[in-house]
Each structure stands twice: as C-alpha cells, then as structure tokens.
C-alpha cells in the first residue's frame, strides 16, 4: 500500500479506545493520517471513556443522537461524511474503525473508486465486512505485548494453500524468490485479514523464518531479504530424458554473448513447447542449474541470474 493521505474514521460505540494508540500507529505505516473523526452519542455515559483520547490524539468528535432508543445513528454519519470525503478526493485511503457490517457496502463503494479501506475491528467482526477491506487488522494483534505473542505462538494454523499461492504470485523465475516484501502484499491481496501476529509472531520476518518448507535468504547488500523454497527433490517417477538438442536450439535463439538470462531462457523453450516440469522439477531455476554441460552465473545485483555452456 502506497503513502497515502488516510481518513480515519471511528464507529465509538464499536471500537475500544485502550486500542488508539496503536491504531493510530498501525494505520500511520500506510500513509499521513489527515482526517481524524470519531462518531458517538456524547450524551451518554458509556461514551465518556473517548473523551480524555479524543484532546491526546487530536480526534474531532462528531454528535450523533440516538433517534431511536437502543439504535445508534453513528454508521449513517460516518458513511455520509465518508461519501463527502470519497467525493471530493481529499484523501487517497480510508479506515473505518468498528466491528460493525454495516459498513460493508461503503467498503464496496471505496474499492470502486480505486482506493484503499483499512478496516480494524475485533476477531468477531461478520467476514463480509472483513472482505470487503484491503486491509483487515484484528483489534486483539494491536493491544498484545510482545511477551504475549511470544507465549501465543501458533495461536493460529497456517493455511500453507495460502502461503503456496501467494509465493507464487511474486516469485521470481529466475531465481526461484520471492522478496519479502512482496510476499507479505501478495497475502493481503489474497487474504485481507492476513495478519503474522495472528499467528504468535511479533515480525513479519520471523513467521517466514518459522515456516515449513521455506527459508530466508539475504541478499548481499544485508538489507534486502527474499524467501524461497527449500531444496526440493526431484521427482524420480516423471520423465527424466532430457531432449538435449531442443535445449541447445532454445539456447541459441536467445543467447548473447554466450549468455542468456534465465527468464529470456525459459520463454525460447517455452515457444518449442519444451516443459520442464514433466522432467520432475518444481523451479525452472533447478531445473537449469541441473543441466548437463550448463552453468547458472549470478549477475552482480544477485537477483538476475543467466545461463551459459560449461567451458
């Protein structure tokens, strides 16, 4: 998610105010938070608790009286200032505070425009309105310690479809990864609520160290890191004969140099209908760099790899 200028918008009666603090942070990490408004019947006594937040953050407190007794009118006046808000642009992203599906449908209308909706709300929240967001943040995450997260771990299953389809989405042909911070924006695109802190970990980082199958790798410059399958075994049981004369021909199609970079590689075989997973291999960059008489060189950004004859 871009840097965007974000109005915040809270449902009071559907929103813990112990939590500001770290929605205001959590929210922050996607852009410039220029619209601040909270929703309630001030009158009344449970909405007391807001008000020594409201002058900290600097939160504008919207009056909205209860018409009806036991119905509150804060959802209609915070979807009709949302709409304004939608209308005449003046913000690039929206977050809508509240465990409440009855903003489902403002959701919907935002996604329409092209924009971003955060939405933060309980674990209870109806799924519809979860869905419905780009971002879904459970309330619980943002209030645990530390310490609890680390008590907590594997609070969650992991949904390893997900991690499998979401790897995919980013990973780079070439060299068989995928940066990490792609991955973690492939998951929420995927699963809006995804959330690593639903799963015991207080970083991103370390829930991709933890999961089964894959590891990290750190790219040379020490600060960019990409996360990859771990060496997987060839399949025995598929065809292993490798048509050697189709993989000099691709070869030279593309090559320059006495060089090819793998993507480049891959699309030439791929236009003689030469598959190289019917040979056993999950990863075109395994498979090449278990070619006969080949070799894989790594260029000097270690992400772009190319493929030459052995000397």
């Known amino acids: 998610m871009q840097k965007n200028k974000i109005a915040l918008l809270i449902d009071a009666e559907n929103a813990n105010s112990s939590a500001i603090e770290q929605i205001l942070a959590e929210v922050g990490k996607s852009g410039t938070i220029t619209v601040k408004r909270i929703y309630a019947d001030w009158t009344e006594e449970r909405n007391k608790r807001w008000k020594e937040q409201l002058n900290i953050y600097a ?34 992203a929206f977050c809508i505070v509240s465990s409440d599906s009855d903003y489902t449908r403002l959701a919907h209308r935002i996604r329409e425009e092209g924009l971003d909706i955060i939405g933060v709300g309980k674990s209870h929240t109806p799924e519809a309105f979860k869905k419905a967001c780009t971002q879904f943040i459970r309330e619980e995450n943002l209030i645990k310690t530390a310490k609890s997260l680390d008590d907590q ?33 492939a998951l929420r695109k995927i699963d809006s609520e995804f959330d690593h802190r639903s799963y015991g ?28 399958q771990q060496d997987s075994e060839k399949n025995d049981d598929i065809e292993s ?4 004369d189709e993989i000099k021909k691709a070869f030279e199609k593309v090559e320059k140099n006495g ?12 236009r003689i209908g030469f598959q190289y997973k019917s040979h056993g291999y999950k990863r075109f960059f395994d498979f ?24």
């Open 59 to 92: 939160i504008s407190p919207i009056q909205k009286f209860a018409y009806t007794k036991g119905k509150s009118s804060s959802d209609t006046a915070l979807i009709i200032d949302a709409m304004d808000l939608l209308h005449f642009k003046t913000v690039d």
């Open 153 to 185: 771990k594997n609070t969650k299953f992991i949904d390893y479809s997900l991690i499998k389809s979401a790897f995919e989405m980013v990973e780079d042909t070439d060299n068989g990864m995928a940066l990490l911070s792609k991955f973690s924006e």
């Open 201 to 228: 970990y207080t970083t991103f980082r370390t829930f991709c160290k933890n999961l089964d199958g894959y590891e990290l790798y750190l790219h040379p410059d020490k600060t960019t890191i990409s996360l990859k």
């Open 241 to 244: 004969n490798i048509n050697y």
């Open 259 to 270: 060089t090819a970079l793998l993507s480049t590689f891959a699309e030439s075989l791929n």
């Open 288 to 311: 090449c760099n278990d070619l006969e008489g080949y070799e894989i060189i790594s260029h000097d950004d270690d992400q772009t790899f190319s493929i030459k004859p052995q000397n």
